[in-house]
């Protein structure tokens, strides 16, 4: 069970700490730990055993992390596996985590989505932008001088429109032509 409520530099300690696990014999509960950003730091992590369960369903239990963006590098983790074969997994509540990362997890794992539990997709996710789309702008000059009208023709993601709660737009003053969003730009300063 992992609940982090504060620290300084967290994600290394934890690295340091849990890094070298491969095997966990039953669980993990990862829990109110908005600190983190990814499961990372469980760069080992092979097996979650499953001999007994969290709630007596879940291998994997991931709720209530504010901060969570990702599981983990699947490239440290191709061969992960959850061996009970009637475990669960369920995340819950980490409104940062994308359910298309969460699918992954279940879809290399062979588990299914226990919707009659939460449905994952609409508890994750909420405050992240999970879907990238291109979108043709339309700029209308407006009288105040330097503003701008941005407008774009309505997006349409599925059947259920609801998935859809708003729209990120970014913007740089540019000096020059044909600048990409990364230039200037580097992790420290945005």
């Not at 504010?66 to 191709?78: A, G, R």
């Not at 020059?176 to 230039?183: G, K, S």
């Amino acid at each position: 069970m992992i609940s982090i409520t504060g620290g300084k530099a967290i994600a290394k300690e934890l690295n340091a700490s849990l890094g070298k696990i491969e095997v966990v014999t039953d669980y993990i509960r990862v829990f109110s730990s908005n600190a983190l950003r990814s499961l990372n730091f469980l760069k080992s992590l092979r097996v979650i055993g499953g001999a007994s369960l969290y709630n007596d369903k879940y291998a994997l239990y991931v709720h209530g992390n504010d901060n969570l963006e990702e599981i983990w590098s699947w490239d440290d983790h191709k061969n992960f596996t959850i061996t009970e074969k009637k475990a669960s997994v369920l995340f819950h509540s980490n409104p940062k985590l994308c359910y298309k990362k969460i699918k992954e997890l279940l879809e290399r794992t062979g588990r299914v989505e226990m919707t009659a539990d939460c449905n994952m997709n609409l508890t994750n996710g909420n405050k992240a932008a999970c879907m990238d789309k291109t979108l043709d702008l339309y700029l209308t000059p407006l009288a105040l001088r330097g503003t701008v009208n941005v407008s774009w023709n309505t997006v349409f993601i599925n059947d259920d429109d609801r998935m859809l709660t708003g729209y990120y737009i970014f913007y740089k003053v540019a000096y020059e032509e044909n600048v990409t969003y990364l230039d200037g730009r580097d992790a420290c300063h945005e």
